[in-house]
């Protein structure tokens, strides 16, 4: 029995270093427990040289006992390396996503957001076992968690848990609890988009407030067909914006409240008293979007943009490109975009469904720093002839008269309302900033063509750099994207003929060829 331990204890401490090294490679995160194995291992193999060492008697003997010793220490040196390895390539790897929409990585606004986590969240996924998409949920919160120590989460079936489940007031299978502190958020769609929304309402505060001005003629909040703007609605309240309506007829001043007015496709022009108090809210350190709209006299609101180097063109802008993607030629397409946060990085085509063009005005006036961030491609023109166009449906690029592209159609302007007259650099504590953004149409803001291409980025990211939320500027979640596969007649005759028919029938015809073939031997 002694001689049989003696054998065996090298053999088995090897293989304890060996299973020891690995474990704690893996599963660093365990602690002391995954050194056990590994400690246990090296006393063994120690144990086993000692024997080895003592019980030789002749120079042949202890040559195998130094050729022992030697390929152990071989071997332990080689689990050393195997552990390193192991341990540098889990706390140190990289991933590299090869599909087209990226969907197995997140966005790049999501990283922003996760990044910027300054409180813990919690998530508690109630899921069973066999809850279908509860893998998927599992590695898309691994990701989350894996970018940053605040995040954690736990999967509770709600049957053999009923303790925490009480705790959540019931929920019910599939149901998502995000919490930070005091808050919570309950979702039921475990996707990305839903998921960094819930992050954002949990881990902020203050909800910022939008005004949109109505009695103009403007897109209603409330209207879900194509020309309304509920999908924009939803998808601000996403990002933890509250949204509000305004009629500002009845106003003397502005709501304190106000972070941004939003003036969205009026059919007629603003009063001069709204122009005043509009003034006067932009004066006093306020943020505007304006999304105007072609055919529409708005002298009023053109006065408040030329106080920021904006002017709105009186024209309409032809797009012969547009004819091949979208289908007309008052569909410019806009795929170039200047050097601003807004744009930083941003890489999608945007549809802008009959727009005017937005021009710069001349050199901008004292504390105005102004950018124009989309023009179209040289194809494009704006015609100025807009009853002509009207009446014969028909347009045609005169140079004397229209202006040839590329056009731009959206531009943002800040103004430093502390600089002195003196044009002396103010006290940056006391530096006071008013946002304005110019888009020269509000179609892409529909429903209609909200979630086309990058329209949705573009409008959220304006929204956020007039907010002043410059980590929510970033490229949102992508939908996981359906490839497809689309056949021709005669391609679909080839996939079904050669799998269904073709190769069973050349497996059958080998079989019957081996079987005559030795019927014949016999």
Known sequence: MREALKKIVGP?????????????????????????????????????????????????????????????????FLTAILVFLQTLSVRHNSRLDTTLNRRFSLSTQTTKILDGLDSDVLFTCFYKETTVGKQELDDLLYEYSNRTPRISYRFVDPDKDPVIASRYEEPGYGMIVVESGKLDERI??????????????????????????????????????????????????????????????????????????VIAGPRKDIFPEERELIDAYLAAGGNALFLLEPVVEIPEITTTLTGYGIEPGNDIIIDRFGRVLAGNYLTPIVNSYGDHPITKGFRFATFFPRSRSIRPLGTPPDGVVRRMIARTGSSAYAETDIDTLIEIGKTQYEGDKDQAGPIYLCAVSTRDLSLPQSKEKPDSSQTIFSRIAVFGDSDFTSNAYLKISGNLDLIMNTINWLAEEEDLIAIRPADP????????????????????VGLPSLVALLGVMVSIRKRRSA
């Open 188 to 261: 039921a769609a475990p996707t990305e988009e839903m998921i960094t929304n819930a992050l954002l309402k949990v881990t902020r505060q203050e909800r910022k407030v939008l005004y949109f001005i109505t009695g103009h003629g403007e897109r209603s909040l409330q209207d879900k067909e194509e020309r309304g703007l509920s999908e924009l609605r939803s998808s601000i309240e996403a990002e933890n914006y509250a949204v509000k309506e305004l009629f500002t007829l009845r106003l003397d001043e502005m709501p304190k409240d106000c972070e941004i007015i």
């Open 481 to 500: 994207l359906s490839q497809l596969v689309i056949l021709s007649s005669r391609q679909g005759a080839v996939v079904f003929w050669l799998p269904v």
């Open 12 to 76: 088995i401490g090897l293989v304890l270093i060996l299973v020891g090294g690995v474990t704690y490679g893996i599963l660093f995160r365990s602690g002391p427990l995954a050194m056990l194995p590994l400690l246990a291992g090296l006393v063994l193999t120690a144990s086993a040289i000692i024997i080895r060492l003592r019980e030789a008697q002749d120079e042949g003997y202890r040559r195998t006992a130094r050729f022992s010793l030697s390929a152990g220490l071989s071997v332990l």
